[in-house]
C-alpha cells in the first residue's frame, strides 16, 4: 500500500492545528476522487467468508500481491472479474441493494497518459498475517475510474430471536453485561416499594419521637390523623430515611432480573420527604427545595470553575512527528454512518487527506441494514481499497454504539478510532495518537482529541455552540484529567487500544450517549483517560430544531448513565473512590438534572424578583422581605431566610445558608459568561464576543432540550434521534 498524498490546501497542515479550514465543501466530483488502483480480481473478504471454498472455475487469490511494474500499468492484463456469491442475506426493505453491493463490477480503466513512476499496490485480504513489504511513495489520484472489479463485502447473515433485538452481538452484551447496562434504566416497581417504606417508615420515627401538639379543634379529621401518626417532624423525616436505607439495601440484594434497584428507593425518599414538608409547612418547603438546589448549583459551579482553571494544557503533542520503531502501527476507523447522503463524500474526502500509510488503515463504514440513502452515495464516490462496508444486520436498538460494537468485532488494528460523518481530522491526528500512546503509560488507554465547529460564525447558535466546545475541549476535559475524575467521553475522535476497548465490552449498544458511559467504565476498570492536542473540525448544528434533538439525546444519555452506574451507591463509591465518586455525580448527574432545573429555578427567580420589586413599592424594606414572616398576608413576595424569634434553629442555619447559595448561583452564572468571553475564544475563530454576552439564552434552550430528555428517558429512553448534518453552506448538499 502506498502512502498517502499531500494533505490538501483547503485543510490546516499539521504544523498548524489551530487554523480553520474553509466553509467551502471538502469533496470534490465523482470524476476526480482519489483512489489507489486495485489489480482485476482481487477483493476483500469478510472474516466470515475467508474460508469459504472458491467458485470451480474461478483462481485461488494469492495471499500477498506484488508491486506492479509501471511498464504494465498503461495496458493491464485482460482477466474476468471474480465476483464472489454473497452468502443469503436478512430481509429488510434495503435488501436488493445490498445483495447489489455485495459484487458490483467496475469496468477496466483507460491508461492514464502519463503514468506515475510509483507503482501502485493493494494491501492483501485481513486473513494474510505477513504481507510482503510496501513502498512508501504515493501515486497520483486517478482521473478515471478504479482499475480493477470493487467488491464490497456482504452483509453478516444473521437470525435472530425477536426477544433479543434482532441481533447476536446486542443478545451477547445484554448476557454479560445486564446489571451494568441501560437495557433497564428505571424499576418503577421498586420506586412504588419506596414510597410504601417511606409511609410505614415516617409512622414509626414520629411514634417513636413521643406525643404530638395537639391542634385546634376546627380541623378536619384528615389532618388530625395525620398529625397523631405524623405530627413529630423530624423523628419522621428519620424515619423515612432509615426505612429507604433498608429497602435500597434490599433492592441490590434481591436483584430484580439481575439488575439491581438501590437507587429507586432514594428516589422515593427524596420526593416523599418534599411532599411531607410540603403539607408540614409550605413556605419552609419552598425554601428548604430552593435552598438545596442552590447548594447543589453552587458546589456544580465551583467544581467546573476548579476544572476549567486547571485545564491551560490541552493535551499531548509531538513536536516532531518520526517513525517509530518497528513502523506505524495498523490503526482501525471507524466510521458510523446513517442516512448520510448529504456528507458520505466529505468523510471519504477526509480521509484521503489523511497523513497515515494506507497500508496500515483499516477503516470500516458501519452501515444500517435499511439504509437506502448512504450505500449508494458511498458507491458513487468510490470507496478505497483500505476501506470495507460493513452493512450492521437488522436488530433493536437501532443506535451508534451497536453499529461501533459490530465495528470492534472485524477490527484489525492495534489503535482505534470513531469519526463521524461530518468530521475533518487534522491530517497527523492518527500519527499525534500513535506517538502519544508510545509516551504514556500502559494504563493510559484513551485519548480524547479536541473538537472544534468551522462553521461557528454561521448564526448565533453555531457562535453559542463553538463557545460551549471551546470551553468544554480546551479547558474542561484537561482539568477533569488533573482532577482525576472520571472523563465524559466525546462522541468522535477518542482514540483507543484496541485489546483494551474488547476487554470491557466495546459499548454499551443500549446507551444514547456512549461515550459519556465509556469514560466512567474506563476510569473504574482502573484505566486512564488523557486528551490529545489535534483539532476534529465538525458541523455544528446551525437549526433550532435539529440541535434540540442532538442535545437532548445528549442530556437524556447523561441521566442513563447516572442511573446505570448508581444502581448500587455504595459499590459507586468503592469502585470509583469518595472524590471519583463526587467527581461522577458533578461531572455527569449534574450535567443533564440541572440543566432541566436551570429554566425552573429561572423562572421562579425571576417571579421572586418581581415580587420584591412589587413589595418595595408597597413601602416594604428588602431585608424585611426577606427574613420575616407574612402575618397580615398581604404581601406578594415569600420568606428566604427563616430567622429570628420563633423560628426554628435549625431551619434557620439552614435557610441561610441556603441564602447564601442561592447569591452564589447569581454570581456564578454572571462568572460563567466572563467565562465564555475569555476562555471560549479559538485561533481563527472571530465574532465569538456578543454571542457570550448572550449566553444565558443559550442555556434557556438547553434547559428544553433537558426536559424533552426528561420526557424520552421515561418514554422511550432507547430511541436514538438521527442529527441531521449537511446544513451549513461549505457542507455538500442533496436535495
Not at 504481507?131 to 512508501?136: A, D, G, Y
Not at 461530518?422 to 495518537?433: F, H, T
Request: glycine share 8%; with cysteine; aromatic share 8%.
Amino acid at each position: 500500500m502506498t502512502s498517502p498524498p499531500p494533505p490538501a490546501p483547503d485543510l490546516p497542515e499539521p504544523s498548524k492545528p489551530g487554523s480553520i479550514p474553509p466553509a467551502e465543501p471538502v469533496f470534490v466530483p465523482d470524476e476526480a476522487v482519489p483512489a489507489a488502483p486495485r489489480p482485476a480480481g482481487i477483493a476483500p473478504m469478510p472474516e466470515s467468508l475467508a474460508e469459504a471454498p472458491p467458485a470451480p472455475d474461478a483462481p485461488q487469490p494469492s495471499p500477498a500481491i506484488a508491486p506492479m511494474p509501471a511498464s504494465l500499468m498503461s495496458e493491464p492484463p485482460a482477466v474476468t472479474p471474480e465476483v464472489v456469491p454473497p452468502p443469503p442475506l436478512p430481509v429488510s426493505p434495503f435488501d436488493a441493494q445490498i445483495r447489489a453491493a455485495s459484487a458490483v463490477a467496475v469496468p477496466t480503466p483507460v491508461a492514464d497518459p502519463a503514468p506515475s513512476p510509483a507503482p501502485a499496490v493493494v494491501r492483501a485480504a485481513a486473513s494474510v498475517s505477513a504481507p510482503s513489504p510496501l513502498p512508501s511513495a504515493a501515486p497520483p489520484p486517478s482521473q478515471g475510474p478504479l482499475a480493477g472489479p470493487v467488491t464490497y463485502p456482504p452483509s453478516v447473515p444473521v437470525v435472530i430471536p425477536a426477544d433479543a433485538g434482532g441481533d447476536p452481538l446486542v443478545r451477547a452484551y445484554l448476557d454479560k453485561n445486564r446489571a451494568t447496562c441501560a437495557w433497564t434504566t428505571i424499576s418503577w416497581t421498586w420506586i412504588v416499594l419506596g414510597i410504601i417504606a417511606c409511609v410505614i417508615g415516617g409512622a414509626v420515627g414520629s411514634h417513636l419521637g413521643g406525643p404530638v401538639k395537639p391542634l385546634s379543634e376546627d380541623v378536619s379529621a384528615v389532618a388530625r390523623w395525620l398529625n397523631d401518626h405524623y405530627g413529630n417532624s423530624y423523628s419522621c423525616v428519620v424515619g423515612m430515611v432509615v426505612a429507604a436505607l433498608i429497602t435500597s439495601t434490599a433492592g441490590v440484594q434481591l436483584k430484580p432480573r439481575g439488575v439491581p434497584a438501590g437507587q429507586e428507593p432514594l428516589i422515593a425518599m427524596l420526593g416523599m420527604i418534599l411532599l411531607y414538608l410540603l403539607f408540614y409547612d409550605y413556605l419552609a418547603c419552598l425554601g428548604v427545595l430552593t435552598g438545596a438546589l442552590c447548594l447543589v448549583y453552587f458546589l456544580a459551579i465551583m467544581f467546573r470553575v476548579c476544572a476549567v482553571g486547571l485545564g491551560g494544557n490541552r493535551g499531548l503533542r509531538a513536536e516532531v512527528v518520526t517513525e517509530p520503531a518497528g513502523g506505524w502501527p495498523l490503526y482501525t476507523i471507524l466510521v458510523p454512518l446513517y442516512k448520510e447522503r448529504n456528507v458520505a463524500r466529505n468523510i471519504l474526502a477526509s480521509l484521503q487527506k489523511l497523513d497515515y500509510p494506507r497500508d496500515r488503515l483499516d477503516v470500516k463504514f458501519l452501515l444500517e441494514a435499511d439504509d437506502q440513502e448512504t450505500l449508494p452515495a458511498l458507491q458513487s464516490a468510490g470507496v478505497p481499497p483500505w476501506a470495507e462496508i460493513v452493512i450492521v444486520p437488522l436488530g433493536q436498538p437501532k443506535t451508534k454504539p451497536r453499529a461501533c460494537n459490530h465495528g470492534l468485532e472485524r477490527a484489525t488494528g492495534e489503535f482505534l478510532v470513531i469519526f463521524d460523518a461530518e468530521d475533518r481530522p487534522a491530517p497527523d491526528q492518527l500519527k499525534q495518537a500513535v506517538l502519544a500512546f508510545n509516551a504514556s503509560d500502559l494504563k493510559v488507554v484513551c485519548l480524547q482529541a479536541q473538537l472544534a465547529y468551522h462553521n461557528h460564525d454561521q448564526n448565533l447558535l453555531t457562535r453559542w455552540f463553538a463557545l460551549e466546545y471551546n470551553v468544554w475541549f480546551r479547558r474542561y476535559l484537561g482539568g477533569l484529567v488533573r482532577l482525576g475524575v472520571p472523563i465524559p467521553l466525546g462522541g468522535t475522535s477518542n482514540h483507543f487500544r484496541t485489546g483494551i476497548l474488547r476487554q470491557i465490552g466495546g459499548w454499551d449498544p443500549f446507551n444514547v450517549t456512549e461515550d459519556c458511559d465509556l469514560g466512567v467504565r474506563l476510569y473504574m476498570t482502573g484505566h486512564r483517560t488523557l486528551t490529545l492536542d489535534s483539532v476534529t473540525w465538525e458541523e455544528a448544528n446551525s437549526h433550532v430544531g435539529n440541535w434540540i434533538r442532538q442535545r437532548s439525546r445528549w442530556l437524556k444519555g447523561y441521566l442513563i448513565t447516572h442511573l446505570v452506574w448508581a444502581r448500587r451507591p455504595m459499590l459507586l463509591v468503592k469502585n470509583l473512590g469518595p472524590w471519583g465518586a463526587f467527581g461522577f455525580l458533578l461531572s455527569v448527574w449534574c450535567v443533564g438534572a440541572l440543566a432541566a432545573l436551570n429554566l425552573a429555578l429561572w423562572i421562579s427567580g425571576g417571579v421572586q424578583l418581581v415580587f420584591i420589586a412589587i413589595d418595595m413599592c408597597r413601602g416594604y424594606a428588602l431585608w424585611d422581605l426577606l427574613t420575616t414572616r407574612d402575618i397580615g398576608g398581604d404581601r406578594w413576595s415569600w420568606q428566604m431566610i427563616y430567622s429570628g424569634h420563633g423560628e426554628d434553629p435549625i431551619l434557620s442555619t439552614m435557610s441561610q445558608v441556603f441564602f447564601v447559595s442561592s447569591v452564589c448561583l447569581l454570581l456564578g452564572n454572571v462568572f460563567f459568561v466572563i467565562l465564555a468571553l475569555f476562555a471560549g475564544r479559538r485561533p481563527g475563530q472571530k465574532g465569538l464576543w456578543w454571542a457570550a454576552i448572550l449566553s444565558p439564552l443559550y442555556w434557556v434552550l438547553i434547559s428544553i432540550a433537558a426536559w424533552k430528555g426528561v420526557w424520552q428517558l421515561l418514554v422511550k429512553p432507547h430511541y436514538w434521534e438521527k442529527t441531521v448534518h449537511g446544513l451549513s453552506p461549505g457542507d455538500h448538499k442533496e436535495s
